[in-house]
């Protein structure tokens, strides 16, 4: 069975910094693309970024330039760098195997001051 399990979520100001986790277990990890969605309440589940088993990375327009995705296949971690956070980046954000459905139970962001 495969758990994914975030962490690093928090309370943030506006304009700071969050880094995200996301721990895996079992080496299914390392064979499959992982990914970051965050849902706003009210609003739809959205794709963060993505990030293939050989570090290709694919990001949401809107968050170029402020998000980074990341992996250590060593550790089975993803990982969601956050710079410059905007109260409408207030969101649950996921972590996922998006190709075959395992998810995250989610970690709370919240940007406000």
């Known amino acids: 069975q495969v758990q994914l399990v975030e962490s690093g979520g928090g309370l943030v100001q506006p304009g700071g910094s969050l880094r995200l986790s996301c721990t895996a277990s079992?080496?299914?990890?390392?064979?499959?693309?992982m990914g970051w969605y965050r849902q706003a309440p009210g609003k739809q589940r959205e794709l963060v970024a993505t990030?293939?088993?050989?570090?290709?990375?694919n990001y949401a327009d809107s968050l170029k330039g402020r998000f980074t995705i990341s992996r250590d296949n060593a550790n089975d971690t993803v990982y969601l760098q956050m710079n410059s956070l905007k109260p409408e980046d207030t969101a649950v954000y996921y972590c996922?195997?998006?190709?075959?459905?395992?998810w995250g139970q989610g970690t709370q962001v919240t940007v406000s001051s």
């Open positions: 079992g080496s299914i990890f390392r064979t499959y693309t």
């Open positions: 990030i293939t088993r050989g570090g290709i990375t």
């Open positions: 996922a195997l998006p190709t075959v459905g395992y």
